[in-house]
């Protein structure tokens, strides 16, 4: 049996490492349009996502929601397809808009799907499938806010020091995640 400490660490390993590149690159994609001083719009979006992906790891993983994994697999990266698209249009640019959480909060449904397999391989056969949901999604959280203060940070070097307009940021970072989750996309075709 495993602590609330395991839990959290295993959630939050989970998002640190290459396995999440995908759920890396819809934070960072998701990001993209913000300015530095929007951080805190940056931190609801980034929770939006977290209620989303628990709310289906949950079901998924107690088997209440099934969808098929290679279906799964193709969704999550058109998801940050999606995001990079809306992220290059006038209404995706928007700093002010609540619409990037709620996309945040929707896409979120996908990617708990993804997690939900992860998640009931982790506590298959414990008693304590509850009590490590908490900690778990808390790691997740956790890393995604690291991964949020990485991302800022690099957002303030090249908007501060390099001088360079939040629109370029936008452009190189939605470009090149629309780039990653198209191939992404590609290699999980489910309809063939």
Known sequence: MHSFSSYLRLGYEHIMSVQALDHILFV?????????RSWLRIIAAVTFFTIGH???LSLGALDVLSIDKGLVEFLIPFTIL???LFNLTKA???????TKAWIA?????????GFSNYY?????????????LLPFNLGIELAQLLLVAITLVFMGVYNFMLNRKIRDWNL?????GFGLAFWMCLENWPFA
């Open 54 to 56: 628990s709310i289906t």
């Open 82 to 84: 999606l995001t990079a």
């Open 172 to 176: 190189f970072i939605s470009g090149a």
């Open 120 to 132: 009931d391989m982790l506590v298959m056969g414990e008693q304590t499938y509850w009590e490590a």
């Open 28 to 36: 960072v994609v998701l990001m993209a349009v913000y300015q530095t």
């Open 105 to 113: 909060g929707v896409f979120g449904l996908i990617h708990g799907l």
């Open 92 to 98: 995706g640019q928007n700093q002010k808009s609540q």
